[in-house]
């Protein structure tokens, strides 16, 4: 056990505390109200009362070190002792700040309206919220949640699975009856193909979904699913789409269905919040009868 060479100022362990579940100072900072500065300074009191680092940098972020593990349980203790407070105050059981990095599909297509009836149930929750479509983090990226494609590696982390999908070809009504409809892949070389840029995302399902698939006659590009349905829609070419984004689509080249999953990150030291636990409940009953899109 450590021994305190100087009085530990609640604060001080709370920024602790945020910093393990987030890995960087600028997102505790967002998340505690004050700035980078702050947070670097209440670390380097705590420090200087236990005699010993409390955080490693790593590639990607800060690691609580063995002395700052040692910490961890006191702070989570004065965080509980907070909210308990708040009780009284008459705030709601379920509180704070969560940060949530999850693919714009999978915002679009349900899991921004569970992030509404929450916040909605919960006044007190208050939600930082990133679009982003890539693969898992293997050290702490500055959120709390990660819903991510494909069943990821992420050590020291809680995993959760939220749901399958396909991805399939489609066209426009207007675009198969002007240009007709590619019947194989290999047919695939006479169109325009709408997809993320090549090599963009660093995901493995993703990216390899195409592989089997010729040049194609031209493409549209871009990092948003979004703008790849609407690409489709407005005739631009065949675009390769999450199955339930497809209403009033054509599906073209039957043979062909991706499979994909999503999951969702929590670090440790996240998942045992208990606003943590209830956002993730939320976004797993996104769109009972389909799941969102990458």
Do not use: C
């Not at 675009?175 to 995302?201: C, M």
């Amino acid at each position: 056990m450590i021994s305190a060479r100087s009085r530990i100022a609640p604060d001080d362990l709370l920024t602790l505390l945020t910093v393990a579940r987030l890995g960087k100072y600028t997102a505790a900072a967002q998340v505690l109200g004050v700035n980078h500065t702050t947070v670097s300074r209440r670390i380097a009191a705590l420090e200087k009362s236990v005699g010993e680092p409390v955080l490693a940098s790593s590639p990607d972020g800060w690691e609580v070190t063995q002395a700052g593990e040692q910490l961890i349980s006191a702070a989570e203790a004065v965080e509980t002792a907070l909210e308990e407070a708040g009780k009284v105050r008459g705030m709601s059981g379920v509180s704070g700040v969560v940060r949530i990095a999850a693919p714009e599909g999978f915002v679009d297509y349900g899991g921004f309206d569970r992030i509404m009836a929450l916040q909605k149930a919960y006044p007190d929750v208050q939600i930082d919220l990133v679009t982003a479509t890539q693969r898992a983090s293997k050290y702490r990226s500055g959120v709390d949640i990660e819903i991510v494609v494909g069943e990821p590696s992420a050590p020291h982390s809680q995993l959760q699975r939220m749901g399958n999908y396909s991805l399939g070809l489609y066209v426009s009504q207007e675009y198969a009856r002007e240009r007709g409809v590619p019947e194989t892949i290999e047919d695939l070389s006479q169109h325009r193909f709408v997809f993320y840029p090549e090599h963009s995302l660093g995901v493995e399902g993703l990216e390899g979904a195409p592989a089997e698939f010729p040049r194609p006659a031209g493409f549209f590009r871009s990092n948003s699913v979004r703008l790849h349905v609407a690409a489709t829609r407005a005739g631009i070419g065949v675009g390769l789409l999450p199955d339930f984004a497809s209403q009033g689509l054509v599906r073209v080249v039957s043979e062909f269905s991706a499979p994909m999953e999503y999951w969702a990150v929590v670090r440790n030291e996240s998942a045992r919040r208990q606003v943590v636990v209830e956002v993730v409940r939320a976004l797993a009953h996104t769109r009972s009868a389909q799941v969102p899109p990458a």
